[in-house]
């Protein structure tokens, strides 16, 4: 199964720095627990599927119920595990699981740590007041993207938008932007950030870990919308 949130580092690096105008900006939809919600993100036009392998959250799924749940992806949505300080054990389960899926360290791992996993991965920075992204950036070089979310107590970015204007306008590796996104306010975030992708999880839910289909489809279309105003502003 084709890969597309995966890349060379020299084609990553020249999507990182293309002009906006001509570029759709990819959508994660991540949390999923349940077979309907699956096939309504799909529907709706995700690109990429997020299953929580992380036991304290209330989207949790085990690596048994991700790989369930992944059958369901059609060839060209790419599903997502979701760590949190995983152990090697942890990892091996949920990719024999879900073998052909892209990794997102979550917790506190270390550059060296997230490269033990040999796969392609995101990386989420925890956008705090003083962080420095570049220098984080540099420091996980071989990511296939930087997830920008909010800083709140414990993992994950609670529902909540951080500041769009700290993110650095030279940031050397894609950009998924994440954190309190939802129907409403994702147009100006792709408008604004103007990131390689965007990512949603409590912005879609009509409770936790239950997802909306009329919201999700709202959030998709929302995002192409601002890529036809991008693309209207930017003529080629």
């Known amino acids: 199964m084709s890969r597309p949130w995966a890349g060379s580092l020299a084609a990553r690096a020249e999507t990182a720095s293309a002009p906006a105008a001509g570029r759709r900006t ?6 999923l627990t349940r077979e309907g919600d699956v096939d309504a993100a799909v529907a709706a036009g995700a690109d990429a599927i997020g299953f929580v392998l992380y ?3 209330p989207r949790a799924v085990t690596p048994a119920r991700a790989g369930e749940l ?13 760590f949190v300080n995983a152990t090697d ?4 389960e949920a990719l024999d699981a879900v073998p052909q899926a892209l990794l997102q360290f979550h917790g506190d791992e ?3 740590r997230c490269r033990q996993a040999h796969r392609p991965f995101l990386r989420a920075a925890r956008m705090a007041a003083g962080f420095d992204l570049l220098d984080f950036a ?12 909010a800083h709140v107590d414990g993992y ?5 938008a951080f500041d769009w204007s700290t993110i650095p306008p030279d940031v050397p590796l894609p950009v998924v932007l994440s954190g309190g996104l939802n129907p409403a306010n994702v147009t100006d975030g792709v408008l604004r950030v103007r990131p390689w992708a965007v990512d949603v999880s409590s912005g879609v839910e009509s409770a936790k870990g239950i997802k909306d289909a009329a919201l999700m489809h709202r959030f998709c279309q929302a995002v192409r919308a601002a890529d036809a105003q991008r693309e209207a502003s930017n003529p080629t």
């Open 70 to 82: 992944a059958k369901r992806l059609p060839p060209f949505v790419t599903p997502v595990l979701l």
């Open 110 to 112: 270390t550059p060296a």
């Open 156 to 160: 994950g970015g609670g529902g909540r």
């Open 55 to 57: 036991a304290k959250s």
């Open 26 to 31: 990819r959508i994660k939809i991540c949390g």
């Open 138 to 149: 540099g420091q996980v070089h071989d990511a296939q993207a930087l997830l920008l979310d």
């Open 89 to 92: 054990e942890d990892w091996r």
